[in-house]
Nanobody, 123 residues
Framework: QVQMVESGGGSVQAGGSLRLSCTAS???????MGWFRQAPGKEREGVSC????????YYADSVLGRFTISRDNAKNTVYLQMNSLKPEDTAMYYC?????????????????WGQGTQVTVSS
């Protein structure tokens, strides 16, 4: 059974930082992994994606320069360091297998979804 367990969300003020973690089990971790978010009333947005080797990260323009994705394959875990948070970053954040197509981060065909972790940024 595939499980994605996200953690690290919380409530912060604008300008603050959070570090999200996602641990995967029940699947082969040798694929690109990424982070997605969905705010109430909005479509899901791909935030960042990192290749299996960890040497090629992709970012949505809205988070470029503020967020950093990384992974530890030995722990089947992917991280998202979020700095300089803005109120518009408020959303439920999920991790899943991903692809980057023409600069757009999308869930891959083998994506599985967890419960997510809530990030709330106040102004």
């Amino acid at each position: 059974q595939v499980q994605m367990v996200e953690s690290g969300g919380g409530s912060v003020q604008a300008g603050g930082s959070l570090r999200l973690s996602c641990t995967a089990s029940g699947l082969t971790f040798d694929t690109a992994m990424g982070w997605f978010r969905q705010a109430p009333g909005k479509e899901r947005e791909g935030v960042s994606c990192i290749t299996w080797s960890g040497d090629t990260p992709y970012y949505a323009d809205s988070v470029l320069g503020r967020f950093t994705i990384s992974r530890d394959n030995a722990k089947n875990t992917v991280y998202l360091q979020m700095n300089s948070l803005k109120p518009e970053d408020t959303a439920m954040y999920y991790c899943a297998a991903c692809v980057s197509v023409a600069g757009i981060i999308l869930p891959s065909s083998v994506a599985h979804w967890g419960q997510g972790t809530q990030v709330t940024v106040s102004s």
